[in-house]
C-alpha cells in the first residue's frame, strides 16, 4: 500500500482560516431611538450614551441605547450637532453647525461663542472638538460658501475662543 499525501479540500482550508476571524466576529443591531441622521456618539463616564443628531438636538441613554431622552427637552434649538466631548469638568460640550459651542450645565445649553467668527448673521459652524492631553478644548471651524471662505482651529481661554489657526482651505 502506497502512501498518499492528502490534498487539503478548499473549503476545508477556508475552514480553518476563517474560524479565528468568527470568534472574534460582531454583531451590529438597530438601537430604538431618536428619529433622524445621528452625527456623533459619546459614552459617558457611567456607561451612559450621548448622541447628537441632524437635526434634533442631543439625546441620553441610560441603558445601552434601548431608550432616549433629549436633554434640556432639546433645548440646544442649533440644528445639527456635529460633536460632542467631554470638558475637563465633566461637562458635556456640543459643536454645533449653527450655534456655535454649547456646553451642558445639568438642566439647559449655556453658548461659549465669545471670540467665535461670525458673519451673514450667523456663527462659524463649529465641526470637531477635542480636550487636548492639558485639558485645553480646541474647536475646529468649517468655512463654506461666502460667508465662511475658510476654516479655523479655536482654542478656549476659560472666557472665550482664540483664533490659532485662521485661514485653514477647506479640504
Not at 149 to 158: I, M, S, T, W
Given at each position: 500500500m502506497k502512501n498518499k499525501l492528502l490534498k487539503p479540500r478548499p473549503t476545508l482550508l477556508w475552514a480553518i482560516l476563517l474560524f479565528p476571524f468568527a470568534l472574534g466576529a460582531q454583531n451590529f443591531f438597530n438601537l430604538p431611538g431618536p428619529m433622524g441622521t445621528i452625527r456623533s456618539l459619546l459614552k459617558g463616564p457611567n456607561g451612559e450614551l450621548y448622541l447628537g443628531s441632524n437635526s434634533k438636538?442631543?439625546?441620553?441613554?441610560?441603558?445601552?441605547?434601548?431608550?432616549?431622552?433629549?436633554?434640556?427637552?432639546?433645548?440646544?434649538?442649533?440644528?445639527?450637532?456635529?460633536?460632542?466631548?467631554?470638558?475637563?469638568?465633566?461637562?458635556?460640550?456640543?459643536?454645533t453647525e449653527q450655534g456655535g459651542v454649547k456646553k451642558w450645565n445639568g438642566t439647559g445649553w449655556n453658548s461659549i461663542n465669545i471670540g467665535l467668527f461670525s458673519?451673514?448673521?450667523?456663527?462659524?459652524?463649529?465641526?470637531?472638538?477635542?480636550?487636548?492631553?492639558?485639558?485645553?478644548?480646541?474647536?475646529?471651524?468649517?468655512?463654506?460658501?461666502?460667508?465662511?471662505?475658510?476654516?479655523?482651529?479655536?482654542?478656549?481661554?476659560?472666557?472665550?475662543?482664540a483664533s490659532v489657526a485662521a485661514g485653514l482651505a477647506n479640504t
Open positions: 438636538g442631543v439625546f441620553h441613554s441610560m441603558d445601552n441605547g434601548q431608550n432616549w431622552t433629549g436633554l434640556g427637552g432639546n433645548t440646544i434649538m442649533t440644528g445639527r450637532i456635529n460633536d460632542l466631548v467631554f470638558d475637563t469638568s465633566g461637562q458635556l460640550v456640543a459643536a458673519t451673514c448673521g450667523i456663527l462659524v459652524p463649529i465641526r470637531d472638538l477635542t480636550v487636548a492631553p492639558g485639558g485645553t478644548l480646541f474647536a475646529g471651524a468649517h468655512g463654506y460658501g461666502t460667508c465662511f471662505p475658510v476654516g479655523d482651529v479655536y482654542r478656549f481661554e476659560g472666557s472665550g475662543w
